[in-house]
Nanobody
């Protein structure tokens, strides 16, 4: 059974940076698109970023474009989310997910999710 485990969340001041990691168990990591989503209190889960199998294609939500960078290391079965210039509105639980549709921005395009990691940005 595939498992996704996120780490790297925490408390950071506005303008700061964090790097989230998501380690995926199993031997088929490099065959899958991966994505990051987030869910703020009282809000629906929203798409953040997605990356292709070989990392040659990425796509970002407008709200994070230019501030966040998604990357992956297939040798380590890990996908990353580098977050810079953080804002209080970036406060949320961040989830990684394994994709079943190419570069999907919808939750339905992903079939396996991690447990999430909390990111809190103070003003």
């Amino acid at each position: 059974q595939v498992q996704l485990v996120e780490s790297g969340g925490g408390l950071v001041q506005a303008g700061g940076s964090l790097r989230l990691s998501c380690v995926v168990s199993g031997r088929t990591f490099s065959s899958y698109v991966m994505g990051w989503f987030r869910q703020a209190p009282g809000k629906d889960r929203e798409f953040i970023a997605t990356i292709s199998w070989s990392a040659d294609s990425t796509y970002y939500a407008d709200s994070v474009k230019g501030r966040f960078t998604i990357s992956r290391d297939n040798a380590k079965n890990t996908v990353y989310l580098q977050m810079s210039s953080l804002k209080p509105e970036d406060t949320a639980v961040y989830y990684c997910a394994r994709g079943i549709r190419y570069l999907s921005t919808r939750e339905s395009g992903y079939d396996t999710w991690g447990q999430g990691t909390q990111v809190t940005v103070s003003s």
